[in-house]
């Protein structure tokens, strides 16, 4: 049996649904808070507790095979460090403990790209560059070291490989991303205006493929770029419009004003308690280095993303089931 932690989060569902495809059991590791509308339908197994209760973690490990650890707290916001610590780095620390003491024969660790150091715009970035643990950002420096703590545990006999995913794209996102959000925006002309840039995305299907094959094939202690396709923000807007069949925005914003309204936001944010989707964590995300090979993965897990555009449909055509807009609607 196999134990998916994050599992009502958009890799997690995407993951357990592929491992019950493959005919494996599956137990899910969620909060009692959990919104459990993803794993509806799904037999699975359901173990209830949190990554900082220790105790909950030794029991969900219990007779387990492969734990697939993809829970994590992400935020583009500021000041959020302890928390993101108690749950991204001492709950990672929580996990490997019960990995030990239940003698759980692989531990696969999702990190993120976020969590590499910071490269100049042209780079090619591989495994070589380790990971950055002294970033400002509190979620990339906790992943960061959280992924440390994975390869230590590794040095010590743990079986445990380390993942780190670029952006995920893709259907079963029931909380909707960032992306996703953009997305639906865009499906529903919100959009007034667009900021240049680019990222590296991936279908989140891949990448919980990755994860499978990373049980079975992947090397002990190693860690494993999942990237997937570099799209510039104009080149994405260009696939939407033909996709969609909707008008792309006439405005693009540029740096400094950029800058500006990503601050803006952020206050925006602090005292409305909206989900965040503008900051300046996410605007420097957008300008900053996204070159990553995926080399490595391709060589020892078989690792092959599909191209962006399937991704971007399938995704655009979920969306449109979620949030009931006109299935007829391009």
Known sequence: ??????????LGNTLTRKLLRSGRKVRVFLRPSSDRRCLEGLDVEKSYGDLQDADSLMQACNNIDA?????????????????LSRINLQGTENVIAACLKNHVAKLIYTSSIQALPDVVNGSLVDEKIGFGLHHKSAYRRTKA????????AADQGLNAVVLCPTGFIGPYDFKISLIGQFLI???QQKHRFIIDGAY????????????MAAYKKGKPGQTYIISGHQVSMRQLV?????????????YWLGHS??????????CYYWLSGKKPQFTPYSLETIRSNSRFSYKKAARDLEYAPRPFEQSLQDALCWYKELVNLDPADP
């Open 1 to 10: 049996m196999d134990l998916v932690t994050g599992a009502s989060g958009h």
């Open 200 to 211: 590296d995305f991936v279908d989140t299907r891949d990448v919980a493929q990755a994860h």
């Open 185 to 187: 925006d865009y499906l």
């Open 67 to 83: 734990v697939y650890h993809t829970a994590a707290e992400i935020s583009i916001m500021p000041l959020c460090n302890k928390r």
């Open 145 to 152: 070291a959280a992924s440390c703590r994975v390869l230590e």
């Open 257 to 266: 004003l950029a800058g500006l309204t990503a601050y803006a936001a952020t």
């Open 238 to 250: 260009e696939m939407l419009s033909r996709l969609t069949k909707k008008r792309a925005p006439k």
